[in-house]
């Protein structure tokens, strides 16, 4: 797909101009090369400058002075993702858009412009705290109203994580229509490794846009998909084609996975060869190994695997986990070919590894988080039983403590926020949290009200610690939590009928959004709303700006007639 407008293509050649893979550690200009400590990925990766593993990077960020800006573009397309045509939505021009690659402690500003013919829009940079910079969050009806067709906005925040993660539209269910891409955040890591091979996104596809299966999701019929992709590639019937990579052999390489699908929990595996998991989210670990990763949606897994065959042809696989996965035509079939030759064409005769449908995330036991930190006693303690409602419409709700969250695109909660500090007039399940770095516990419970489904749980502006999580059983005050060094993530599965207990430091103030991360979910309403330390949010924001992107959207909306028809998120 070609872009079509000067704005396109101006922007694809400055949003794409730091992601050839062999220049993701290659920025001698920066940080990581001066002062005590030279980053090598294969010799010396704990190192970067003045920092290193070991700096606790929730406290301490370099000052790099450097500024990385981009220019993506939404538009609407017809492309035939798999070998089916479909009408798809882009970033400029591709599906997936443009991988931002920054530096750790680098300014970001990312410029996005509706170019949609009937549409709003807004972008979501998933798993990054956005440290006081709330209102950059991307969250249509929370942070901001939706951006309206013709309209730009400007995204700004710092990247004081490093890692990789995802981008997408968090507005409806647009982000699968192909409105995402890759984060990249160069920095230490916890193994050696030799070649980054990039981000890989784990993706399910459908051969309608999810707009139209919309009436069946809402209903509470989880629509069947017809693939799944790997960086926006995969084979149906006779069209598409395999995504392929080439290791070299005696090397490690480094390969970045995301989970984006919106309604797939994926086992991912390389046929013959172990992988060595050195980050979980934007958190590094202390390195396992493993044959097998269980990926929940929105989860990020940083590992390295050594090229240890004499050469060859190998299967990598992206299995979905029918425990709790949507249908999937092609759940034998999503896979991409690792070559040891570039120049080979043959299929890899190689079988798989054996492997658990259980839809849970790996084992707390496993996620040691590098940085070790500990989790103090709460002084605010919340139990959120989950269920769901059918409304008198037949609509499918779901419910934390009886209440399925509602917002308000044309009157997002951050804005409610900067009226009026104590009413919040069009949100519901909104938790106030106003005392300053105080230790909050969520507790949520998944019992058999809750039909006995698994939930990948992701929320925003924090990192939280995963303190207690069981499938099969019931939370008690007896219930061990643990509170030592625990693991540290945004999204972490509540296993079906059991529990998830979560805990975070109000450490930043802003409205946050706390959802599951099954797309169809959160537009029926599973979500909740932090609003942290609300009298500290007016200085953070730029209200001008916030409610200019209101105004067009109220004007599209008069205009056009919308009609919001799901959560609002």
């Known amino acids: 797909m070609r872009p079509t407008t000067l704005w396109s293509a101006f922007t694809t050649l400055l949003a794409t101009s730091h992601v050839s893979a062999s220049s993701l550690h290659n920025h001698k200009r920066h940080c990581h090369h001066i002062g005590k400590c030279k980053f090598d990925p294969s010799k010396s990766p704990k190192c970067w400058g003045d920092h290193s593993l070991s700096t606790n990077w929730y406290d301490e960020v370099p000052d790099t002075g450097v500024t990385r800006e981009y220019w993506l573009e939404i538009q609407n397309s017809t492309a035939a993702i798999d070998g089916v045509e479909r009408v798809v939505l882009t970033v400029n021009g591709s599906v997936p858009g443009p991988t931002i690659i920054a530096d750790w402690g680098d300014n970001v500003v ?111 019929s989880p629509p069947v998909a017809q693939n799944g992709l790997i960086n926006g590639t995969n084979i149906y ?14 090397k490690r390489h480094r390969i970045r996975l995301v989970n984006t699908a919106i309604d797939t929990h994926y086992k ?33 897994y940083d590992v390295i695997v050594e090229a240890d065959e004499d050469g060859g042809d190998f299967w990598l696989r992206a299995y979905p986990d029918m425990a709790c996965s949507a249908e999937n035509e092609m759940v034998n079939n999503i896979r991409g070919i690792v070559r040891y030759d570039a120049s080979s064409h043959k299929e890899p005769t190689t079988s798989a590894y054996a492997y658990t449908e259980d ?25 959120f039983g989950l269920g769901f409602a059918v409304d008198t419409h037949g609509l499918f709700k779901w419910t934390l403590d009886g209440t399925d969250m509602l917002s308000n695109w044309g009157l997002p909660t951050l804005q409610q926020s900067l009226i009026d500090l104590s009413v919040f007039k069009t949100s519901s399940n909104v938790v106030e949290l106003n005392e300053k770095d105080a230790w909050v516990y969520f507790i ?62 109000t450490d930043n103030p802003g409205v946050w959004l706390m959802h599951c991360h099954i797309g169809w979910h959160a537009s029926q309403g599973f979500g909740l709303q932090v609003v942290e330390r609300a009298a500290e949010i007016p200085p953070l924001c730029d209200s001008s700006s916030i409610d200019s992107t209101c105004a067009k959207w109220s004007r599209y909306v008069a205009m056009k007639n919308i009609v919001q028809d799901d959560s609002g998120i």
């Open 268 to 300: 991912f595996m390389i046929d013959n060869h172990k992988m060595k998991v050195v980050a979980a989210d934007l958190v590094p670990i202390q390195p396992y190994t493993t044959e097998v990763l269980s990926i929940g949606i929105g989860q990020r």
């Open 444 to 505: 949520i419970e998944n019992g058999p009200a809750a039909l006995g489904l698994t939930h990948p749980i992701h929320l925003h502006g924090h990192d939280f610690y995963v303190l207690a999580q069981e499938a099969n059983a019931n939370y008690t005050s007896a219930t061990p939590l643990q509170l030592k060094n625990s693991p540290r993530r945004d999204v972490a599965m509540l296993p079906a009928n059991g529990f998830l207990v979560i805990g975070f430091m």
């Open 110 to 220: 990312v410029h996005v412009h509706n170019a949609l013919e009937n549409n709003g829009t807004s972008i979501h940079w998933h798993g990054l705290r956005q440290n006081r910079t709330t209102q950059h969050d991307g969250v249509a009806s929370i942070t901001q109203c939706p951006v309206a067709p013709k309209d730009t906005i400007t995204y700004r925040f710092r990247a004081e994580q490093y890692g990789h993660s995802w981008y997408h539209s968090h507005f409806a269910t647009q982000a699968w229509n192909g409105v995402f891409g890759g984060i990249l955040i160069n920095g230490p890591c916890s193994a050696p490794y030799d070649e980054d091979k990039g981000v890989l996104l784990l993706s399910d596809w459908f051969h309608n846009t999810t707009d139209a299966l919309w009436s069946t999701a809402s209903a509470g």
């Open 359 to 383: 839809c849970l995330d790996e084992p707390m036991s496993k996620l040691v988080p590098y940085v070790p930190l500990d989790v103090e006693s709460p002084t605010v303690k919340k139990d």
């Open 237 to 250: 019937g006779n069209g598409g084609k395999r995504f392929e990579t080439t290791f070299e052999a005696g």
